[in-house]
């Protein structure tokens, strides 16, 4: 179970992408939900990867082809926090 540290740092990270990489909480919530269906199903991951691209929260060159499960795990994880802060009214849709 997260912190209440954690939970914070984790809120800051969407407020962060929202703002600095212009990305809506809708999108966070799509790659959330993209990210855990990699888990899933690994042939996924490249379509992942250029749909983190196109949200520009990454450039081509800093993306390892790779799997990389943490990276996967923290996109899951602001999908959800995303999700979570919309329903709680701390940011809007």
């Given amino acids: 179970m997260p912190t209440s540290k954690e939970v914070l740092e984790t809120k800051q990270m969407v407020r962060e992408a929202m703002i600095e990489d212009n990305v809506s909480p809708q999108t966070l ?3 959330g939900k ?7 199903d690994k042939s996924l991951y490249p379509k992942f990867l250029q749909a983190i691209i196109d949200s520009n929260l990454a450039e081509a060159e800093d ?5 990389d499960y943490q990276f996967i795990g923290a996109m899951a994880t602001l999908g959800e926090m995303a999700r979570q802060m919309i ?4 940011i809007e849709a």
Wanted: charged share 35%; net charge negative; glycine share 10%.
């Fill in 63 to 67: 993306v390892d082809e790779g799997m």
């Fill in 29 to 31: 919530i799509r790659l």
């Fill in 87 to 90: 329903a709680s009214g701390e």
């Fill in 34 to 40: 993209m990210a855990e269906e990699v888990l899933k």
